[in-house]
């Protein structure tokens, strides 16, 4: 029973490390496609825009890697690989669809994301990151 609770452990413990990295990906990730010093805005401006693109990146992350973990249920380094092969497809992704509506609209969103004042767009991008990860998520299974 300690041994299985040991594994158990392990097996978690793997699973939270490959989230990290991922989740660690992201933010670099976001601070690359925004102008600015992204833990600045966040921590030190309270920037609000800034906030909820990254805080939408992380969660479209979580989704993605909890949805592969439990497709992956008994199959451990498989779903290691699944988990991070998707979270990596997911983060792409995201980023493409920053680029892509970044392009299809007026001004610079990374520009808005500097801006001390709440802005919609950001509200539409925040939301196609949950998006796209619901979408990888459903091709998961």
Known sequence: MLSTIATEVGIAAAYGLVGLALMTLGFVLVDVLTPGN?????????NRNATILLAS??????????????????????????????????????????????????GRLGELLLDGTAHPAVWVNGSSHLAVAAIVAAAIY
């Open 57 to 106: 990146n992380l969660l479209g992350v979580g989704i993605v890697v909890t949805t592969a973990i439990f497709a992956s249920a008994d199959v451990f380094v498989a779903g290691l690989v699944s988990a991070a092969a998707y979270g990596v497809l997911g983060l792409v992704l995201m980023a493409v669809s920053f680029l892509v509506i970044d392009a299809a609209t007026p």
């Open 38 to 46: 992204l833990r600045e805005q966040v921590w030190m401006q309270r």
